[in-house]
Each structure stands twice: as C-alpha cells, then as structure tokens.
C-alpha cells in the first residue's frame, strides 16, 4: 500500500489501490476520514450465468471503499468480518459507485456501511462491515515486508 506521509503511516491515497482492486479497475473517487467513495465498470467478464454482475464483484467493490476508509488513518486495518445483501442486478456497462461510510469506532474497532449503486442511481447492495486495525506492520511476517 502507498502512503501519502511519513514511512510507516499506513495512510491511504485515491492511487494506493491493492493489486485485487487494480484488477477490477476500481477508481478511488473520494477519501477521507471514515469515508471513501469508489467506482467501477461492470465488464463482460465479470458477469455470471444470468449475464449480471457477479456477487463476488459487488462484494469486491464494496469491500475496496472500506478497505480504503479504514485505512486512511489510524493506522492498517483489516475487515473482520462483513454480510451485504443484493438488491437490484448490474449489468455489463453499468458504472457502480460504492460509498463507504464509518458508524462506530471504538478502540481498535469500527463499524463501516456501505451503499453500492449505478449510474441512474439505483440501490444495487448494501455492505456493512467490522474492521479491526492491526499493529503498525499489519500482518506482515518477519520474512515477508
């Protein structure tokens, strides 16, 4: 992950996307202390056996707005656990806006909701997830940076 200070910070920009992100062509739009706003286009080769996007891809999206309001401050966290319920198909060429949003943090935990919708709007899944911010190396191992 890059970060936009000093070496260790941890801190998130809108061009640290993970390589899984980078993968899906998520862009971070908007970043900021609890929250994150990211977009992506829905290919062909994400969509399923009934042509809509896949689940693991609305969830993978989702999961990068929160991955990314988590981090900006505070230091590394990791998702501890999260549901999302499915509300409307996508479709190939739907642009999906993912909007994170923090509703608790205490100690070393936080709450994040996320809604995902297309470009007319239209609620497409809705995301809430339990982040836990890890120690200052994340887990990284001894033989692994």
């Given at each position: 992950?890059?970060?936009?200070?000093?070496?260790?910070?941890?801190?998130?920009?809108?061009d640290s996307a993970d390589p899984a992100s980078r993968?899906?062509?998520?862009?971070?739009?908007?970043?900021?202390?609890?929250?994150?706003?990211?977009?992506?286009?829905?290919?062909?080769?994400?969509?399923?056996?009934?042509?809509?996007?896949?689940?693991?891809?609305?969830?993978?999206?989702?999961?990068?707005?929160?991955?990314?309001?988590?981090?900006?401050?505070?230091?590394?966290?990791?998702?501890?656990?999260?549901?999302?319920?499915?509300?409307?198909?996508?479709?190939?060429?739907?642009?999906?806006?993912?909007?994170?949003?923090?509703?608790?943090?205490?100690?070393?935990?936080?709450?994040?909701?996320?809604?995902?919708?297309?470009?007319?709007?239209?609620?497409?899944?809705?995301?809430?997830?339990?982040?836990?911010?890890?120690?200052?190396?994340g887990f990284a191992s001894p033989d692994r940076p």
């Amino acid at each position: 992950m890059r970060t936009d200070g000093a070496a260790g910070e941890g801190r998130c920009t809108p061009d640290s996307a993970d390589p899984a992100s980078r993968a899906l062509s998520i862009r971070i739009d908007l970043l900021g202390p609890g929250t994150c706003t990211a977009r992506m286009v829905v290919r062909a080769d994400m969509l399923n056996a009934q042509a809509t996007c896949h689940g693991g891809m609305l969830f993978m999206l989702a999961d990068s707005a929160v991955g990314h309001a988590s981090n900006f401050a505070d230091g590394p966290a990791v998702a501890a656990g999260a549901s999302i319920e499915y509300l409307a198909p996508a479709y190939a060429g739907d642009e999906l806006t993912a909007t994170a949003s923090s509703r608790w943090q205490e100690g070393r935990g936080a709450v994040y909701d996320v809604l995902v919708s297309n470009q007319a709007g239209q609620l497409i899944a809705m995301l809430r997830c339990r982040s836990r911010r890890v120690g200052e190396r994340g887990f990284a191992s001894p033989d692994r940076p």
